[in-house]
Structure formats: C-alpha cells, structure tokens
C-alpha cells in the first residue's frame, strides 16, 4: 500500500531568485577614473567644433581665413561683438523675418505632434476593438520608410491642393501624428492603473474626459520629450522648406543661413560663423535645459504595455 504525500503549497508556487544588484561601492577607482576619463574626451570631441565656431565669430575675417581657431582674443577690445548685428542685418540675412517664420512652424508643429499623438496613444492603449494589435504593429511599420520614399508623392499631393510656397506643407504632418511619438504615448498610457479610469468613468466621465482631464494630465514626461524633439526636428529642419518654400519672405532660418553662405559666405566667413550660432543658440541652450527628459525618452520606449 503506498502512501502519497500531500502537496502544501508553499511546494508547489515557484522559488524566485532576489536579483542581485551591483553596489555604486563595488567599482575599483581605476575604473570609475577610465569611465570619467572617457566621458570628458567625448565631450571634448563633440565641444571642439562648437568652440571653433564661437571663438571665430568673435574673430576679424583675415584671423578667420588664417585658420586661426584655437587662440583666443587677447584683450576684450579684440572681441568682435559688432560680427553679430552685422551677420543679422536686413542686407545680408535678415534674420527677424526668418526667425518669426521658424517660430510660427515650430510652434504648430509641436501643438499638431503633441494633440495627435496622444490622441492615437489614447485610442490604442485604452479602446478595445478587432485588429488593434495588427493596426498598431502597421502604424509602427511604417517608421522603416525612409522619408525619400514619400517625398515625391507628398509633394505632388501638396503640388496639386495649391499649398506650394506656403507653411501648411510643413505643419499638416505634424496634425496626423508620429508613428515613435504615438508608440511613446500608448507604452505611457497602458501603465495607468486601469482603477483610476474605471473610477473616473463611475464619475460619469465621458471617454473625451478621461482624455483631456486624466490622461493628459498624467502625461506631462511624455508631453515633454514629444515636445523637445519636435522643436528640434522644425528649427534644424532644412529639406522640408527647402522644396516648398519659394519666396524670400517665408524662408526659415535654415534657408536664410543657408543664402547668406551662398551669397557672402566666402568673403565674410566671420559673419557666417556669427549667423550660425545664433540659429543653433536655442538648440544648445534646449539641450542643457532639458537632458533629464533625453534620459527618461530612452526609458520611455522601454516600457511593456
């Protein structure tokens, strides 16, 4: 006669190993000074050609043709202050006009990325119906599309609604959503507890509520890195106006610098200099105002839904 043990179950649940971590405290000095050794080269390497630029805007011309980047003004009466105003006057780049076009693009660009995206986010994290897995992994395709690909056809479609020489070519994408800005608000917006919609919707909050007054809300991480990389894809961007804006007074700044190199880049290259780090100004100063958001758009796409 054989006996059968009973099976308790604490037998029976699965024995989970504690994941070990490596304390701050266990790397040698050697090797905390070769990681911040190495940090401070690439930062050196990437900073040098913007000090180059910067020390030869406040340069005279001659010093500049000279190749002589590296030194700098010995008194302050060297600086060239005067390179800035003269490199932005109406004559050679006429920057205020092109600084208010810029503005006004990037400015409904972002608005358009940040409304859209969260709205197909929304829609994907928080609505069931058939085929949502199969439309979600399409819109995701579609990223491995280079955009040369579509920029004939767009621009034909665009050709022939009379929208040439105008801004709506640059901002009317931007109103129909970024497939990686999309995929970011859906990661965000599954990892909302469902109790707090549930709570909201026995509140007798209509889904457009649950939208615009919990979602959004929650989202402001999110909202930030759409935002940031956004305005730094319409200031740098230089393709898109290039083909559709034609006359003078609705270039961009990429468009006016890139005329002011064509026009008196060679014989003023101090000027040139000065230009440019004046459009790349807001740029850098976006860059060290915001690098905790860079971190947090990388752990972003890291998240299950």
Same mark, same amino acid.
């Given at each position: 006669?054989?006996?059968?043990? *009973?099976?308790?179950?604490?037998?029976?649940?699965?024995?989970?190993?504690?994941?070990?971590?490596?304390?701050?405290?266990?790397?040698?000095?050697?090797?905390?000074?070769?990681?911040?050794?190495? &940090?401070?080269?690439?930062?050196?390497?990437?900073?040098? *050609?913007?000090?180059?630029?910067?020390?030869?805007? &406040?340069?005279?011309?001659?010093?500049?043709?000279?190749?002589?980047?590296?030194?700098?003004?010995?008194?302050?009466?060297?600086?060239?202050?005067?390179?800035?105003?003269?490199?932005?006057?109406?004559?050679?780049?006429?920057?205020?006009?092109?600084?208010?076009?810029?503005?006004?693009?990037?400015?409904?660009?972002?608005?358009?990325?940040?409304?859209? %995206?969260?709205?197909?986010?929304?829609?994907?994290?928080?609505?069931?119906?058939?085929?949502?897995?199969?439309?979600?992994?399409?819109?995701?395709?579609?990223?491995?599309?280079?955009?040369?690909?579509?920029?004939?056809?767009?621009?034909?479609?665009?050709?022939?609604?009379?929208?040439?020489?105008?801004?709506?070519?640059?901002?009317?994408?931007?109103?129909?959503?970024? *497939?990686?800005?999309?995929?970011?608000?859906?990661?965000?917006?599954?990892?909302? *507890?469902? !109790?707090?919609? !549930?709570?909201?919707?026995?509140?007798?909050?209509?889904?457009?509520?649950?939208?615009?007054?919990?979602?959004?809300? &929650?989202?402001?991480?999110?909202?930030?890195?759409?935002?940031?990389?956004?305005?730094?894809?319409?200031?740098?961007?230089?393709?898109?106006?290039?083909?559709? &804006?034609?006359?003078?007074?609705?270039?961009?700044?990429?468009?006016?610098?890139?005329?002011?190199?064509?026009?008196? @880049?060679?014989?003023?290259?101090?000027?040139?200099?000065?230009?440019?780090?004046? %459009?790349?100004?807001?740029?850098?100063?976006?860059?060290?105002?915001?690098?905790?958001?860079?971190? !947090?758009?990388?752990?972003?796409? @890291?998240?299950?839904?």
């Amino acid at each position: 006669m054989t006996q059968t043990l *009973p099976i308790t179950e604490t037998a029976a649940e699965p024995v989970t190993a504690p994941r070990k971590y490596r304390p701050a405290g266990a790397i040698s000095p050697g090797q905390r000074f070769a990681v911040y050794a190495t &940090l401070v080269l690439g930062s050196m390497a990437f900073l040098l *050609p913007f000090y180059f630029i910067v020390n030869g805007s &406040l340069k005279t011309n001659p010093e500049v043709e000279a190749g002589n980047f590296t030194s700098l003004p010995k008194n302050l009466s060297d600086v060239q202050w005067s390179n800035y105003p003269d490199a932005l006057a109406a004559d050679r780049m006429n920057f205020w006009p092109a600084l208010a076009n810029t503005v006004v693009i990037t400015t409904l660009c972002m608005a358009g990325q940040i409304i859209s %995206c969260s709205l197909v986010g929304f829609g994907f994290a928080r609505f069931r119906f058939r085929g949502r897995s199969i439309l979600f992994m399409v819109m995701l395709s579609t990223m491995m599309l280079p955009a040369q690909v579509t920029m004939i056809p767009v621009f034909i479609l665009f050709r022939s609604l009379g929208m040439i020489d105008s801004f709506w070519p640059l901002v009317i994408p931007a109103w129909l959503a970024s *497939p990686f800005f999309v995929f970011m608000f859906r990661q965000f917006f599954a990892q909302i *507890p469902e !109790e707090l919609v !549930e709570a909201a919707r026995m509140d007798g909050a209509s889904h457009w509520r649950v939208y615009w007054q919990l979602m959004l809300p &929650l989202s402001g991480p999110v909202i930030a890195i759409v935002a940031i990389y956004t305005f730094l894809g319409a200031w740098n961007d230089f393709m898109g106006p290039l083909i559709y &804006l034609n006359s003078t007074e609705n270039r961009t700044l990429t468009l006016a610098l890139n005329g002011f190199k064509g026009q008196f @880049g060679a014989m003023e290259a101090h000027h040139l200099m000065a230009a440019s780090v004046v %459009c790349m100004l807001p740029c850098v100063v976006l860059f060290f105002a915001a690098q905790k958001y860079f971190v !947090e758009s990388v752990t972003m796409t @890291g998240l299950k839904g």
